[in-house]
């Protein structure tokens, strides 16, 4: 560790920084993997043929493998990259603000109400009820992530989760976004209202787990 002081912990590693959101060497680790990418891409498109290569459709090469694939597939049949489910442009982000989530929550508020009010039916003591409620909260919440980049809820406005970068949510992420929940309720909601007044329209929960929620379409 370097002798400055750290002041924050590595998105990707856990490891201390020095400010940034990423260490030195998940920086370099990062670089050195979109470089091989690069190269796999290059060696990809040099051993096709051209006469495939001139009929490819636009925007169909993994970044990941360098292996072609159809322009509306959502991963790669080779290597299982999955690809961004929304690109607006290079580097371009199209974040959900805080209404648009709040319908998204109220949703999967409904869902989960329904299933709540099953379990306090059939359970008699309240409190396996609440920790069984609070445990199958966690598995909807993180399972629907890690799946499918969203809930219900968020899957019915057209919202999804996603690292920060824009690549698929990972989920050590996913963990600490949802226990950022809890965190953020417990703050009296002033976590979630973080929502509406920042750029990126993160809340506290986001900013936890170097997570953002994009507009799909």
Not at 45 to 68: E, I, N, Q, W, Y
């Amino acid at each position: 560790m370097s002798s400055g002081f750290a002041t924050a912990r590595c998105l990707h590693c856990g490891s201390y920084t020095e400010g940034g959101q990423f260490c030195a060497d998940c920086v370099e680790r990062q670089r050195a993997e979109e470089k091989a990418r690069a190269e796999r891409v290059a060696q990809s498109v040099a051993d096709r043929p051209a006469a495939a290569s001139s009929s490819s459709p636009a925007g169909s090469l993994c970044p990941s493998c360098g292996r072609f694939a159809s322009p509306d597939a959502k991963f790669c049949g080779y290597c299982r990259y999955q690809f961004r489910a929304y690109q607006p442009g290079a580097g371009e982000l199209a974040y959900a603000g805080f209404w648009i989530r709040f319908l998204a929550w109220f949703i999967d508020g409904v869902i989960l109400g329904g299933v709540n009010v099953v379990i306090s039916l059939g359970v008699a003591n309240p409190f396996s009820a609440f920790v069984l409620e609070i445990i199958l909260g966690a598995i909807y919440h993180i399972a629907f992530w890690i799946g499918q980049g969203a809930t219900p809820g968020k899957m019915a406005v057209g919202v999804k989760v996603v690292m920060a970068n824009g690549e698929p949510i990972e989920f050590g992420a996913a963990v600490l976004r949802y226990f950022g929940y809890w965190l953020s309720g417990l703050i009296l909601g002033i976590g979630y209202l973080m929502i509406a007044f920042s750029a990126e329209k993160r809340g506290l929960h986001d900013n936890i787990a170097g997570t953002v929620v994009i507009k799909t379409r």
